[in-house]
């Protein structure tokens, strides 16, 4: 990616850390941590994909970003219906981002910066492969806000 595209690293932290700690508020039935699954099973991770990215830039200094990031499940997979039942916490942050944009991101603060959309970009699919009856499922979402200019 073309380096003058891609946000600040200081603002790319700041929004990082804010959708982080959206993500652990949320209350799903498996904690979230942050880029690492802990050991117990279930467990769901945030990772970011890459850093946050222009995508429209305005003649007055404001723009809009997208900061993409996966969101990982792991899971014991023992009979068919456990297979089913690994994709569901990935399908349900999907509905609660489309909820959350809906409302106008009633939960999600991000200071200095306006949230648009946050969305699944591509569904739940096995990342590992099963071992020893555990699989982890892996969903791609994206983040869309906007920069104010200073004259906005």
Do not use: C, W
């Amino acid at each position: 990616m073309d380096d003058r595209n891609s946000v600040t690293p200081q603002e790319n932290t700041q929004v990082i850390e804010s959708l982080y700690k959206y993500l652990q508020a949320l209350n799903i039935g498996v904690p979230i941590s942050i880029e690492y699954l802990t050991d117990k099973t279930p467990a769901m991770a945030v990772k970011q994909v890459s850093t946050a990215y222009k995508t429209k830039v305005n003649i007055i200094g404001g723009y809009d970003a997208e900061l993409p990031f996966a969101i990982y499940h792991r899971a014991k997979v023992n009979d068919i219906n456990s297979i089913l039942a690994i994709t569901k916490p990935l399908n349900i942050m999907a509905d609660i981002f489309d909820m959350e944009t809906e409302n106008h991101f009633p939960n999600l603060s991000l200071p200095g910066y306006v949230p648009v959309k946050i969305e699944m970009v591509s569904t739940p699919a096995d990342d590992t492969g099963k071992d020893n009856n555990t699989a982890t499922f892996m969903a791609m979402y994206k983040l869309t806000y906007k920069k104010k200019s200073k004259y906005s």
